[in-house]
């Protein structure tokens, strides 16, 4: 081996057949195409040119049976006319697809790529071909491998390079199977590391704009604009006589007062009397203010004023107070509280609990309900006594001095006192509420008494001229047998006096309305002006009796 071949039998170059048959060439040495042309001599399923039919070995009597089926035999002899030439060079190492027979007989495998070898290193032997089905089969007749030398075998870097057969039945895919299981463990990391970031990320970037246009929706109303429908404007006009009207027609006359002392303070509400600033109010409204302090009235529009305490009783628990330098005041109408009824609907107007401007509306529960309030000093002093209207328009703190107005907004009543579930006091210092049981002083009595305030200041109180003891609990109102002060029970030369009435009587009728307690008999009393001529019931020694005398007056406090 000078030159570095192997000095073996050289492979043979198999070419695949023209038209017609199988051509097979087994040159020692390649033939150039300038040569002669052999002649074709097809005679069968042989297929061998005469230039080299002595190259064949003698075939059995009987063919052996191919693997494939034979050629179509051709219907004519064909004699090649052209010189024939294998379709490529001779291939020494006979390296697939050039070094093995074609799809007509058995066909070597791809061999799996090793790198070239250096010259001079011996070739591996061939692989047994396969036919199309990628059976094996042996080398076809006349042809001898060369001697087979022997050289260390590489370690296989992938099995599917040995499986493969481009000739025969598909068996895997062209694919790579991959390495086993757990071999690229840093990639698959490396892949769901970067996977998880993409997803942070793609989180990330949803969530503003998700919040982007959530804010835009928050603050411009949606995406769309979206328009509900709706009543047209009206012009407001309310029916005189509803609540609406009657509210329409009189809060411009209610204002609120705000009450300052040098020891307490409270809120409360009056009405405007006439235009020159006179404004009716409860006693017990504007007592916080004592003779130095505070009074500021707030009207309905808004504007406040000073006022000034004009007049107040504590026996009617009625006050007026003024403002100065205020112009445009609206007086508000009074009506007649003996021509109210029971069932009358009513509206009371006031500021319970500072809320300026409030309207309640509800009817006239009862007449004529004898209400005492007040009393807080311990002497009687500051006890008023009113023959009441009894409504069930809500009234609350802060309504007291308020307007109880009927269908024709005039003022029938004074809202001065609740009834409340229990005394209102707590630890706390809170407030009872309403539960439906109001008492308003009836206008018939206030605008007496106003009146009085405004062109005295001081009110009239009528009266009988007799002590009644306020700790009998029977039936009626008992003159007491002692009067204040060791001074007598029934006062001499006073109306009572002249009437006839003795200490232990018991009056039990005025007017011809009963009377239960000396409580009702002074309400029932103070309903009536000074001078007025009563008829009283009473009962002396088991004896019913029958009296008529005219009221005397005293001041008031």
Do not use: C
């Amino acid at each position: 081996m000078e030159d570095g071949k192997s000095t073996g039998p050289k492979a043979k170059w198999w070419s695949r057949p023209t038209a017609g048959g199988t051509t097979r060439t087994a040159p020692d040495e390649p033939t150039p195409v300038q040569d002669a042309a052999p002649t074709v001599d097809v005679t069968g399923a042989t297929g061998v040119t005469e230039a080299h039919a002595a190259e064949v070995p003698p075939q059995p009597s009987a063919p052996e049976p191919l693997p494939y089926p034979p050629a179509p035999e051709p219907v004519a002899p064909v004699v090649a006319t052209q010189p024939v030439a294998p379709l490529h060079e001779p291939d020494q190492y006979s390296t697939p697809p050039y070094g093995g027979p074609g799809p007509w007989a058995p066909a070597p495998p791809v061999q799996r790529p090793v790198p070239t070898p250096a010259h001079g290193t011996p070739v591996p032997p061939q692989y047994a071909g396969t036919n199309g089905a990628g059976i094996p089969t042996s080398p076809a007749p006349g042809f001898t491998p060369p001697p087979q030398q022997p050289q260390p075998q590489p370690q296989p870097q992938s099995t599917h390079w040995l499986q493969y057969d481009p000739w025969g039945a598909p068996r895997q895919p062209l694919t790579n199977p991959g390495p086993p299981l757990g071999a690229d463990g840093g990639r698959k990391k490396n892949r769901r590391g970067s996977l998880l970031v993409g997803a942070v990320l793609l989180a990330l970037v949803a969530g503003g704009i998700g919040g982007g246009i959530g804010a835009y929706i928050e603050r411009n109303g949606g995406l769309t604009q979206v328009e509900l429908p709706q009543t047209g404007h009206n012009s407001g006009g309310r029916a005189p006589d509803s609540v609406a009207g009657i509210a329409s027609s009189a809060l411009p006359s209610v204002v609120t007062l705000h009450v300052s002392g040098t020891t307490e303070s409270g809120t409360g509400t009056g009405f405007v009397l006439d235009k020159s600033g006179h404004i009716l109010t409860n006693n017990h409204v504007v007592a916080p203010a004592g003779s130095s302090g505070e009074i500021t009235v707030t009207f309905s529009g808004g504007e406040t004023a000073r006022a000034e305490v004009v007049g107040k009783d504590s026996g009617y628990d009625l006050a007026v107070v003024k403002v100065t330098g205020v112009s445009g005041l609206k007086p508000l109408p009074l009506g007649n509280s003996d021509n109210v009824q029971v069932g009358d609907p009513v509206v009371a107007i006031g500021a319970p609990f500072d809320l300026s401007n409030t309207v309640t509306s509800g009817i006239i529960s009862a007449k004529d309900r004898p209400i005492t309030a007040g009393g807080e000093k311990g002497d009687g002093s500051d006890i008023s006594y009113v023959d009441a209207l009894q409504t069930d328009a809500p009234i609350n703190p802060g309504n007291s001095g308020g307007p109880l107005v009927d269908t024709d907004a005039h003022v029938i009543g004074i809202n001065s006192a609740i009834r409340a579930a229990d005394s209102g006091s707590s630890t706390e210092g809170g407030q009872a509420g309403s539960i439906g049981l109001g008492f308003a002083i009836p206008i018939n009595q206030g605008k007496r008494v106003a009146e009085e305030l405004i062109n005295t200041g001081k009110a009239t109180h009528p009266v009988i001229g007799v002590t009644l003891d306020m700790k009998y609990t029977g039936d009626g109102a008992k003159v007491g047998t002692k009067g204040a002060a060791d001074k007598p029970a029934v006062t001499p030369g006073g109306p009572g006096a002249k009437a006839g009435i003795k200490p232990g009587d018991v009056i039990t009728e005025v007017d011809g309305r009963r009377v239960h307690s000396g409580e009702e008999l002074i309400v029932k009393i103070r309903a009536h002006r000074p001078g007025d001529r009563l008829d009283l019931g009473l009962t002396r020694g088991g004896k019913d009796l029958s009296i008529s005398l005219t009221l005397g007056s005293a001041t008031g406090t």
